[in-house]
C-alpha cells in the first residue's frame, strides 16, 4: 500500500514569500487556522507553512492510529517529515503548547532542519512533582481525566473557559470550545493522557538549536515558572514574558503574540 502524500495527511498549506520559511504548529483543540491572526505579519517577508497535528480535527482523525501516536516522539517524526516534504530546511519553527515540545524533539534529533525554535506556553511536565511546579497536580489530572471521560461536552466548555482565561461567550472561549467538540473524544482523551503524563524534563539539555520562549504573564495551563525552568536547562535559550493572559494568546492578543515572534525572529 502506497504512504499517503503528506500534503493530504498533514492538510499543509504553503503561501506568502521570501527566502526564509516559518513553519507554524498548533496545540490540543486547535487547528492551522488559529494563526489566521498571526501569519499575515510574517507572510511578506517570509514563506509560511502550517498543518494539522493528526487526530487533533476531524478530517485528522482517520488518518489517527492509538498506538502509533501514543507519544510526543510520533509527532516529532511528523513534523521532519513534513519540513523535508515541503523543502522547508533550516526553517523558523513556531509552536504552540505542545508542538512546542514537538519542535525540541525535532530539533534534537535533526538541528540542521531548524534554524530557531519559537515557543508560545510550552512545557516538559505538566505535573508538580519535588520542587517542580508543572501546573498541576495528579488529581487535578485525575479530575480532568475523569470529567472528559463522563461528560465531554460539559468538559470541552469548561477546559475551554479555564485556558483561555475568558469569560463563557467571548469568541476565543467559543473558538477553542468549537475545536475540542471536532476531535473525537476517544482520540481527545487518548492524547490527554499521553500530554499530563509526559515528562521530557530529562532531554532538554540536549537542544542544540537557539531556542526563544514566549509565555503569557498568566497561563493557567503553564505557570511562569515552567517557563524559567526551561530556559536554564536548554543551553542557548531566551524567555519573553509578554503582557497578555491565557494559554491562547493567538486567539485573544494577536498583536502582542506577532510583535513577540517578530523579536524572536531577529533576536
Sequence with gaps: MTEQDPYISYNIHIYGSGPETIVFAHGLGLDQNCWNSI????SKKFRIVVYDLIGFTKDSGTHFDHHKYRSLNQYAEDLVRIVRHTNSKNCYYVGHSISGMIGLLAAIEHPSLFRKIVTIGLSPCYMNQDDYTGGFD???????????SSNYVQWAAEFSKTVVAKPAGHPAVQKFADGLLRMRPDIALSLALMIFSSDFRDVLGQVSVPCHLIQTVGDPAVPVSVGEYVQSRIPESSLEIIDAEGHIPQLTHADVLSNAIARALTV
Design 39 to 42: 501569519s499575515p505579519h510574517f
Design 138 to 148: 495528579r488529581k487535578d489530572i485525575d479530575d480532568l481525566i475523569d470529567s472528559m
